[in-house]
Nanobody, 124 residues
């Protein structure tokens, strides 16, 4: 696996979770990385992304509630989620874009590598 997510689980509305993604290839430290999420009812949607130089980008629903970060020394990407809502329940995927270093694409088809996903359930 190029990317392996962890940290999903069940949480009550208003709670918090921290997702982690570890990548095996050190070259990923140069790539733009992102989190996407998917439910059976919706296509995979952009949550947040981060450039090689740690500039973050967020979807509107993630702003002020989620924080993306990366630690290249640990080959890791993180997503701190707070104020979780039932509509945040989804499978969350981390992804790497081998063609972008200093910008982030919001489009899933631009990403070259994907993890297997980690499920987040939010109970009301």
């Amino acid at each position: 696996e190029d990317l392996v997510e962890s940290g999903g689980g069940e949480v009550q509305a208003g709670g918090a979770l921290r997702l982690s993604c570890v990548f095996s290839d050190a070259s990923f430290t140069n790539y733009a990385l992102a989190w996407f999420r998917q439910t059976p009812e919706k296509e995979r949607e952009f949550v947040a992304g981060i450039t090689k130089t740690e500039m973050p980008y967020y979807s509107d629903f993630a702003k002020r509630r989620f924080t993306i970060s990366r630690d290249n020394s640990k080959n890791s990407l993180y997503l701190q989620m707070t104020g979780l809502k039932p509509e945040d329940a989804a499978v969350y995927f981390c992804a790497a874009d081998a063609h972008r270093y200093y910008t982030v694409s919001f489009e899933a088809d631009q990403y070259d590598f994907w993890g297997q996903g980690t499920r987040v359930n939010v109970s009301s």
